[in-house]
């Protein structure tokens, strides 16, 4: 009898799992997603954008992060945590990567020597002023072209064996069942599973927690990132996103709290978090922050994410927490994202809407969908001091001089949740439910598509160990 191996999630974390695992004598494998395959998902339609085969990952701005060449850790993974050596496992997936994307693009391209030594200018100024500069290899491949590789994925995966079950969802599991429901006829069935491997991304971390608790699976909460989104003259961050698009700096607050720049977005508009979005905060009903950089539409302003990181205690809830931040808001009677000029900010007062055409620096978000005063009103006072901190700390020459300046813009609140945080052993696998594995974003192991494939490579390494091959 062949082994049954169940992959919940169709993400690249599931793809790289499965992928690992495919064509192994004596293992059956079953990937089962709740949306359609690549090539039947409509990016209009909000279903599809978030579900189907390559999960999030296909409709993403296709920027794929690995190993990094620059910084004291890695991006968009903590397999740390759990003893792995993270820089080993984004290698191997960028060497899987690379298998997908030289037969279509070709050639992956490398950091440039003028590009590194740059960026190592960099890394010493910041080193210099106590910071962390953190520059991975990347390929950016863009939205447009992404579905054609993840099809490529999915066709191979196929050609090895793999079974992909779209249009079925995971409803439920227990020691060696999966419980599923077709998502078009609502018939109910179920699989026998020798193992079980639940990637169910950022959106299904919900479904997934509720089970985890059902089941006494011990689990607990990531920290939370609260601050705000800067916007400045682009010139400001221009010899920084010139090197990397992203430009990733973090620091200290004296106090230990950790503060960080995320998600730059040169020449870039600032934007509303869309309707339905952070389903770990029960869906948006209230405003919060973002950024996006269009190739068409280029504005004269860089904006980006600068984050404070919550270390809630073990038994708080950061989703709850986060919620209640963008609760305080909208009970102040904030019911857009809050703007304010720095310059008001560092007088201590609120920034007046009648004087918004006076200002240096313009909004790039829309003027319906802010509210010009003070950012203050729902943000707990040590964020506010980290976030004042941080201002001034970057404002630095050679990285962000010029930004701690009266022009600059601040949007907010802006929350990033790190998920759940599951008790496994070192390959992933719940020290509470034997045969359970976990990997992606929504399992908190991931924060990206370079480390949801990392973490699927490892748990199904964990899953090949376990059912006695050689897993490397
Ligand atoms: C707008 C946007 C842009 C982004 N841009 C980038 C970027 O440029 N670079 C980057 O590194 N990261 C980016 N990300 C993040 C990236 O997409 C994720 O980190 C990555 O996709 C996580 O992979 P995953 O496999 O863990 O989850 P997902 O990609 O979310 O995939 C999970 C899959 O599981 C399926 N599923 C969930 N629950 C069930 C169930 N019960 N039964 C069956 N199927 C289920 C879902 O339908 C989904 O297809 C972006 C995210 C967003 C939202």
Redesign the pocket.
Known sequence: MPKQVII???????LFAADKLAGTPGLEVIL????KRVEERRREIDFDR????????A???????FDTVFGSRQI?TNLTELGVDDKEYLIKSKQRFAFFYVPIFGKMPEITPERESRAREIATIAGKNDMDYILAHDYHIGTDRLPELMKSIQDSLEKRGVQIRTN????SFRHGTVYTQDTRTRVEGSYLADVILI??????SI?LEKLLKAKNIEHASRPIDVGFRIETDAAVLRHLTDIERDVKLEFRHPNGDMIRTFCVCPYGQVSKEGKNRKPELGGLDFCLVNGASSSVHLSNNTNFALLVRMPLRNEANNANWGLKIAEAYREAGVDKIILQRMGDLIQERSSKPGKVHEWRIKPTLPESDYMVGDVRIGMPARIMDSIRYGLRKLSVPGLMEGLNQDSTLIYGPEIKMHGIKIATDSYLQSTSMPGLYF????TGF???????MAS?IRAAEGILKQLGYDSK
């Open positions: 919940v999630g169709a993400g690249p974390a599931g089962i997603e709740q949306g978030a579900c189907g085969v390559a999960g999030i990952g409709y993403s701005d296709g920027k794929h992060i968009g079925e969802k995971v409803t990637a169910p991304g950022r959106d299904g479904w990997a992606g974003d929504g991931s924060r990206g598509i370079g480390g949801a699927g």
